[in-house]
């Protein structure tokens, strides 16, 4: 408030986005935070989007182990590992009416904040680069499936922070597992699992994973140091890949 002249109003907020989004905690930056300080103050990069939106997708719980009801984490991650999946085109009555069946809020309520996860998603002071999600002006309706990317490394980051919070500091990986996981990899990206192996083959390229495909079942082995580091060199490398 001090810094910016800005009223309690807009700081709650505010400091609610950047909590969800892994940027601060308990009053502190992160050290995703203070990278994206560091390179991104203005939060203007497509790399900052997409790691806001990979925190966000967790509903705040950030790399705790996921409910077998991804919805009691709340409406963010159900729209990402839940409706989304199996939407691959919806109107804003759609999600509204299928969330209603899920949470027990008043249904004003449950579409006022499906409308603001997605201006979160097409506004573009907001996470429209990613392309999670997508207007149609021709169909009306949002659309799915063909997410922009970022780079390799901050690809390599996510896949990092859910190998450990999924296989802890377990060194190689059964590949169909690491593609499949409810709240992994593919889902977080919005992929097919197809299309997730094509990821893995550019991760392989950069020397962050080695997968072994000689003899079944195919492995995906580790190569990255840390996932901090991985991250850092995805700002230091920029928004093209």
């Known amino acids: 408030m001090a810094h910016t002249g800005f009223g309690n109003k807009k700081i709650g907020p505010i400091k609610s986005w950047a909590t969800r989004g892994g940027l601060i905690k308990e009053g502190a930056l992160t050290p995703e935070g203070s990278l994206v300080l560091k390179y ?80 979160a998603y097409t506004s573009h002071e907001g996470l429209a680069r990613c392309r999670v999600i997508t207007w149609s002006d021709t169909d009306k309706r949002y659309q799915t499936g063909s997410p922009e990317l970022p780079n390799c490394y901050l690809l390599g980051y996510f896949l990092a922070c859910l190998w450990t919070r999924d296989f802890s500091d377990t060194t190689s990986v059964i590949t169909d597992q690491l593609l499949s996981m409810p709240a992994g990899i593919s889902a977080v990206l919005g992929l097919r699992e197809q299309e997730t192996a094509t990821v893995l083959d550019d991760l392989e390229g950069r020397s962050i994973i080695e997968q072994r495909r000689t003899v079944a079942p195919f492995q995906v082995v580790r190569r990255w140091h840390s996932a901090i580091e991985l991250l850092e060199k995805a700002f230091q490398y920029g928004d093209s890949d």
């Not at 997708?57 to 409406?75: C, D, H, K, T």
């Not at 069946?101 to 201006?119: A, C, G, Q, T, W």
């Open 40 to 119: 991104d103050p203005h939060l203007t990069s497509r790399t900052t989007e997409w790691l806001l939106h990979f925190y966000l997708s967790f509903g705040g719980y950030g790399l705790a182990v996921p409910p077998a009801n991804i919805a009691e984490w709340g409406g963010w991650p159900y729209f990402i590992f839940s409706f989304r999946p199996n939407h691959p085109e919806f109107t804003e009555d759609d999600l509204a009416a299928e969330g209603a069946i899920v949470f027990d809020d008043k249904p004003e309520l449950i579409k006022s904040n499906f409308s603001f996860l997605i201006r």
